[in-house]
């Protein structure tokens, strides 16, 4: 079973251009989180999206947004990029939502560099 | 405001014991995991505690105390392989705590 996937691997950008993310779940699971984590630091939260809607998002300025797709694959866009942007995007996926799913399953995330 | 709070670095040596403890400050809170992440690695999951005591797998274990609003993961027979950050995580607020860098030494 393949797992949570991201892509790209690397991105680099400048400040004011705009990025988007993309994130393929687990087969059979429908809800995807996404997660920065910047440079020795820990994960905070942004977004979390199940059956095509968005459940909840973190403390985070709106040019943080994204979508579900119909097969339940996500992207996450940031605009207006800032060097403070510059971080380790994860995403990660669950067969429920965050109230009764303990367990995600993480992807490699996305190195997104802003210059 | 809502946090979980983790000791920034442990250390430890081969097959030896380790607590990391976890102490939070948030409401409407169900339950609490565990996260291991290798240095340049995605999180994998642990451990979690839906209820008060102490839940066993294998050389991990994960105990929660909602009265005292803490919880630790106790790392037993401890191998070079877990050194790696470690979270601990409110489960329904997806809120992750500080992280505990553990260091495990020949």
């Known amino acids: 079973e393949a797992g949570v996937t991201q892509s790209p691997t690397h991105l680099i950008k400048t400040r004011g251009q705009q990025a988007t993310l993309r994130c393929s779940p687990i087969s059979g699971h429908t809800s995807v989180y996404w997660y920065q984590q910047a440079l020795g630091l820990g994960l905070q939260f942004l977004l979390w999206y199940d059956e095509g809607e968005e459940r909840n998002r973190g403390n985070f300025p709106p040019r943080f947004s994204g979508r579900q797709f119909p097969n339940y694959s996500s992207e996450l866009n940031v605009n207006a990029l800032e060097l403070e942007d510059s971080a380790l995007y994860l995403c990660?996926?669950?067969?429920?939502?965050?109230?009764?799913?303990?367990?995600?399953?993480f992807g490699p995330g996305t190195r997104l560099t802003v210059t | 405001g809502q946090s979980l709070e983790q000791p920034s670095e442990v250390t430890a040596v081969e097959g030896a014991i380790v607590q990391i403890n976890c102490t939070y400050q948030?409401?409407?809170?169900?339950?609490l995991s565990w996260y291991q992440q290798h240095d340049g690695g995605a999180p994998t999951f642990l451990s979690y505690?839906?209820?008060?005591g102490l839940e066993e797998t294998g050389r991990f274990s994960s105990f929660l105390s909602r009265s005292d609003s803490y919880g630790y993961l106790l790392l037993q027979e401890l191998q070079m392989k877990d050194s790696a950050s470690y979270f601990c995580?409110?489960?329904?607020?997806?809120?992750f705590g500080t992280g505990t860098l553990l260091a495990v030494q020949p």
């Open positions: 505690n839906a209820l008060d």
């Open positions: 995580v409110a489960t329904n607020k997806l809120i």
């Open positions: 990660a996926s669950s067969s429920l939502g965050s109230g009764e799913s303990y367990e995600q399953y």
């Open positions: 948030t409401s409407g809170f169900y339950g």
